[in-house]
């Protein structure tokens, strides 16, 4: 059963808890509106699902609300971000925002963040530069959950890649995918529906190939894009993600990412502060005129778009299925699993706020 | 049967064939180079292989033995070179120097490369980063092989990514990898053994599931990453290649990239000028202090390595298959199947130059 709510009654729940873990008034707005990107685009596993999550973190103090986000070092066209241990909702925002100035300045920005935490989708970062006729990259580590090419140790995250660009006429191009076959969040759906998942999803804790949607639960991994046949590439773009959101900036890596749930425990040797984020900002005119660009991006989507397509289907734009949900439910509202309702009523309840 | 040339003896071979056609010593010298980092790396299809298929494209025009490779467009952290129809093989390796150029002058350079032929191996200009302490990326359009998912048109090439990551006593990470499930070089091989392909690797023409290693060549299309059940990650990266390749620098995309093969005519309508690539380079000292970043690649690096693993096997760091592969023949010397010999006895040949 679902219940659906309207974006702004969310909305204004979300803001009211985030207001009373300690945000300022400014960060519960921004880290309400990085949530709830993932709730309106689709990602029901990253939005307010998760708000639960974020409480937890913070009653065991893993969570800073009142982070005081600032650059560390820089060099004109990068920077490093030091989260002070704020909300990845928060700082995420904010350290794009130092990509899209170093942009300004140099033509490109990147940026490598420390002692950050969940970001919420990687795509809503990216997107950010969008209104400012740049391409946006946005990168995370996440809590190791996938074991590499041959391992029986779980030692990445599913550490997504996101890539926006601006078109003209047509809607922007947004790339938004975890570099695993399958998200987490896909296990947990067959888990509740004890239904098999598909070949190549995930491994058994001896590293043979699993369909048991609990594999993963009971000490296997969720497999790299490529799955049975060719994991080693998605184990190779999975760890290009950690290195560059990670080693590049201080934060911790691998298995030492710390884990989002509140009842694992963080690694007592850590090799780094928090988790870490990457971004990027490409100014288009920084490479050619930005309409010439777009005149050239939108032949380039509608030439993909109305390919010959298999009977019944037609060829998608990445970004397509999430532009079409996030306008429906901006209209229709949000509709939100009885377990999830359940959730953010104990979350109200502890702060006073009513859904 | 397969003959064993040594490196050198092959070097000197190639780039007298270049001389041939018209490369100046130099060019010939950097062309011979980087076409053979294919071979010393294993990747045999990207490399000698392919020097009859450089011939002919020369023969039919549609390579520039003297072309005067610039920048057309910049700003400091990034540019777009024009390759002047020049062999990939010597632009590529100019067009990396611009990004590693302006990396030292402002921490990041990104460079577009326009109106070029095919590169070689992404990896080895990745790699030319490396050298500096800095981090390498290389990517490149080609030829429409790739059908994006539900496409019954083969829009996309296979399209690869190269990082190259800088380490301290360990050996560097570089990862090299088409956006395809597998390359059009497995699919050669197991037409000649007559084998039926795996799941995934490609499609029919009518855009159903194929195992006939001729799949391609009767219609279908090779298949994106992910394959059966995820190729639209697949495809959202070969997108992403194509468009900071291409779209970016004002070369041909999607359907419009001119084929490798001399006897497919280019379109008589090209939306831009050759093929494209990307480049980039990050200074590692652009984030934090190089000894730093380098040890804590090592242990990202032996963590990997060291983790437990399936019976049998171990983790592998992305590039060392190619490193083993490098330092052998470069002993060994470089096998070549008979087919190969033959073309290059056709090619040498022609120039009057002893294989």
Redesign the interface.
Known sequence: MATTLSYTHLFSFTEAVFKSIGCSDEDATLATETLLAADLRGIDSHGVARLIGYVRLWEAGRINPTPRVGVT?E????A?VDGDGGLGLVVGPKAMEVAIEKARQ???G?V?VKNSNHFGIAGYHAMKALAYDMMGIAMTNASPLVA??????R?LGTNPIA?A?PAGDQPD?V?D?ATT??ANGKLEIAQRKNTPI????AQNA??TGSTDPNAVKNGGALLP???A??S??????G??V??FSA????AN???WVPPFVAFLQPSANP??EGLGHFFGA???D???PAA??KA??D??IT??RN?????G????I?GDPEREMSGKRLIEGIPLLDPVIKDLETVGAKFGVKL
């Open positions: 070092y060099t004109p066209s990068t490093v140099v033509g490109t990147w490598s590499p090419t041959y391992s029986l140790e030692l890539v660009v191009f790339l995918m076959t399958a598909p070949e190549g999803w001896d590293g894009l490529g799955g046949t060719g080693h590439k998605g184990y190779g773009l760890a290009v950690d290195i080693v590049l900036s201080g890596y691998g298995p090799v780094g490409m100014r288009v920084a490479f050619r010439e660009f050239h991006m032949n380039w030439t993909f390919a010959r397509a298999v009977e289907q037609h060829v998608l990445p």
